[in-house]
Every structure is written in C-alpha cells, then in structure tokens.
Nanobody
Framework: QAQLVESGGGLVQAGGSLTLSCAAS????????MGWFRQAPGKAREFVAG????????SYADSVKGRFAISRDNAKNTVSLQMSSLKPEDTAVYYC???????????????????WGQGTPVTVYA
C-alpha cells in the first residue's frame, strides 16, 4: 500500500507562488492517476488537479486553471503542484491521492482516490 507524504505548503502573500510535492513510498504510484485535492476550513474536500500515469493528460478545477500546474516524475515517485497567482481563497490543506492504475483520464470525484497523505497547509493572505 502506497504511503504518500505532502510537503511544500506555507504562508504566502496573495499573488505569490508555492510548489507542493507529493512523495510516495512505493513505485506503484508510477502506474496510477494522481490527484491533488484541498479542504478549506468548514468545507468539503474538493478536486484541484490530476494527472494520468503517463503524464499526458491533466485536469484542473475551473478555479485554478491557468494558475496551477501539475506534473509528475515517475522515476522519483513524486507528483508536484506548482501554484502561482495565489489568492486568499486558495487557503486550504492540500492532499494528494492515488487513483486508477493505467487510467487514460482524470476523475475529479474524491471517491475515485485513495491512499491519502496527511496534507500540507497553504495559507494565502491579502
């Protein structure tokens, strides 16, 4: 069972950038779609971005399109989320999760994902 560890969160001023990283303990994630989700205080966890195992297909929530970029390095068992032009509404705990092996598309439903990490908090101040 893959164990995921997110890192890279922090405190940033609006308009700034952060890069989150998700590291896996096993190479099994190299064959799985990976996703980033976030959960703001008092709100449900929501999809942010996802990437298929080949890296050829990505998907983004409308709220982050053009500002966030997801990528992966299967050799290093890592998935990254580059976040720019951050807004206060991006404040949340960010989680990565694994999904379908050898999938050719990215699902945006939380129930499609498993093996969540502990999350990394991102706080964007105005």
């Amino acid at each position: 069972q893959a164990q995921l560890v997110e890192s890279g969160g922090g405190l940033v001023q609006a308009g700034g950038s952060l890069t989150l990283s998700c590291a896996a303990s096993e190479r099994t994630i190299s064959t799985r779609t990976m996703g980033w989700f976030r959960q703001a205080p008092g709100k449900a966890r929501e999809f942010v971005a996802g990437i298929t195992w080949t890296g050829r297909t990505t998907s983004y929530a409308d709220s982050v399109k053009g500002r966030f970029a997801i990528s992966r390095d299967n050799a290093k068992n890592t998935v990254s989320l580059q976040m720019s032009s951050l807004k206060p509404e991006d404040t949340a705990v960010y989680y990565c999760g694994t999904s379908t092996p050898f999938g050719m598309s990215v699902g945006q439903t939380e129930t499609l994902y498993e093996h969540w990490g502990q999350g990394t908090p991102v706080t964007v101040y105005a």
